[in-house]
Structure formats: C-alpha cells, structure tokens
C-alpha cells in the first residue's frame, strides 16, 4: 500500500497564480482532510470531507477550494496564490468508525512545501 | 472540539522513560484522546488514541485520567528516534476535524 501520496514535494508559486496540489489515498477511507503547517505551530484544518461529494470547511478555509469527486482523490485548489499561503501542506485520511463517535487514526502524507513569493 | 495544553518542551536520557503530559478540562464524555509525533520534515504519525481506558500499543502507553481531564503518554524507553513534536488532540465525531496545537518537542539525550 502506497498510502497517503501528495504530489508536488516542493512548488515555488508567483502571487497570483494558481495551482492544485494533489492528494491520493489508496486505503478506501471515507474521510480527507486538508491541514497547513506553518514554522513553529501546529497543523491547521482547510477543509474536509467525510465522503465523495461531501466536503465541509475547517479553521482556516478562505483561498482555497475542494472537491471530493472519488474516494481516492482530494485535490486542493489555490485561486489566486499570495504570500501568506507560503506553508507546508498535509493531506490527511481516515476511515469510518460505524459503531459511533471517531475513533480511527488519521494517516498523514509526506507533504507539500509551497513558497508563494 | 476540545482544547488541549501541553508543555512547550521536555528533555529525556536514553534508555530512561517518559511521560508526556496533556490536560483537556474541557473534554466531552464522548472525545476520543489522541497522541500524534511528527519528526523533523514528515507528517504526523499517529502513536496511540484512548476513551476512557488506560491504552497500550507498541509504540506506547495512554494513561487516562478517571475525570478523563488529563492524560500521559508513556515512551517506556526513549530512543533517540523518538525525539519529535508530540501532540495530544481530542476530537469527536470525525477525526477530520482534529485541532492540533504546538505540542511538546521531546528531545532525548543520548
């Protein structure tokens, strides 16, 4: 199993510009999520979603846009790039607990390291 | 979703163990406690998550608090592999909308 893949490792971005940085889970997890991870803090929620077509906002949502069209693939989508986007960005994955309240462990990718200049 | 505090750093020997501290007073009867690490330019790693009971895995053990207000995380033997960022979180209904804080750097000392 390959897991959580995110792709690209590094990507310098010009303000302004646009991008999608990918993420796929091989797992068949019902839950993505999307965190950033800036120097010195903890990690963030973007966005997530509990299911193909069903996607929800978290803390920190505006300048970025999902989508949930297979269980597979979480995309996030950058409009209109600026310099405090410069982060590392981590797509998370986990699978539903039927019985109840969550109780399944989130599975982290490696990262994406986005420098917005 | 519940807060959690825990210190900024700690320092531990090789060989010797270590407890990890996390207090959540505002924790709901049913958030689930969860331990992540993340090593230096990795993601998180998950290492242990309990309800109510003490919990033990390979990686470590969860001492939950009986008024579920605080917990330790047990390294029975700290590695120098172990050295990390150590976040305790609790959630609730999915775990997507966990909310990490700044964590507990461990740095182990050899």
């Known amino acids: 199993n390959a897991g959580v893949t995110q792709t690209p490792k590094f990507q310098v971005l010009k303000t302004g510009q646009s991008m999608t940085l990918q993420c796929a889970q091989d797992?068949?997890?019902?839950?993505m999520s999307w965190y950033r991870q800036d120097p010195g803090m903890g990690l963030r929620l973007i966005h997530y979603?509990?299911?193909?077509?069903?996607?929800d906002q978290g803390e920190v949502p505006n300048g970025y846009n999902v989508s949930r069209s297979t269980t597979e693939d979480f995309p996030l989508r950058l409009l209109s790039a600026a310099p405090s986007q410069t982060s590392v960005y981590f797509c998370?994955?986990?699978?539903?607990?039927?019985?109840?309240?969550?109780?399944?462990?989130?599975?982290f990718g490696n990262g994406t390291r986005l420098t917005v200049t | 979703d519940a807060k959690t505090t825990q210190p900024n750093s700690m320092e531990s020997n090789e060989e010797e163990p270590v407890h990890l501290p996390c207090n959540h007073s505002?924790?709901?009867?049913?958030?689930?406690i969860h331990w992540y690490r993340q090593l230096p330019s990795q993601g998180p790693e998950y290492v242990i998550h309990?309800?109510?009971s003490n919990v033990n895995n390979r990686m470590a053990s969860l001492a939950i608090a009986e008024d579920r207000k605080s917990s330790t995380l047990i390294l029975h033997r700290a590695t120098l592999r172990d050295a990390a960022v150590y976040y305790c979180?609790?959630?609730?209904?999915?775990?997507?909308?966990?909310?990490f804080g700044a964590g507990t750097i461990l740095r182990v000392k050899s």
């Open positions: 797992m068949n997890h019902e839950y």
């Open positions: 998370a994955s986990s699978y539903a607990d039927r019985l109840g309240p969550y109780n399944s462990p989130l599975h």
């Open positions: 309990g309800l109510t």
């Open positions: 979603s509990v299911g193909a077509g069903i996607t």
């Open positions: 505002t924790i709901s009867g049913t958030d689930y």
């Open positions: 979180i609790s959630g609730g209904e999915y775990g997507n909308k966990l909310v």
